[in-house]
């Protein structure tokens, strides 16, 4: 999975998710160089709850469920 800046250019690629004691790791490169490993702990990914809105659970749904161009945009726009 890879995560995007504003103007398109590569911020940060997940390689892989994977359960821990602790939490959850991830790893993975920022800005397709510097090696990464970060650890989700429970109680950050229970605070995160409080961006989930039934428009974003919707957007997410509607972009797993979605056809992928080659350039990783759905061709719908917006954001």
């Given at each position: ?10 911020l940060?690629?997940?390689k892989?998710?994977?359960?821990h004691a602790d939490g959850?790791i991830i ?7 510097m ?10 990914l ?10 974003l659970?919707?957007?997410?749904l ?5 056809r992928?161009?080659?350039d ?8």
């Amino acid at each position: 999975m890879k995560l995007y800046s504003s103007d398109g250019s590569l911020l940060m690629e997940i390689k892989t998710i994977k359960p821990h004691a602790d939490g959850l790791i991830i790893e993975g490169k920022i800005m397709g160089a510097m090696p990464m490993k970060a650890l989700l702990k429970a109680e950050e990914l229970q605070a995160g709850r409080k961006f989930l809105t039934w428009q974003l659970i919707r957007r997410v749904l509607g972009m797993l469920l979605a056809r992928s161009s080659k350039d990783g945009q759905s061709g719908k726009g917006g954001q």
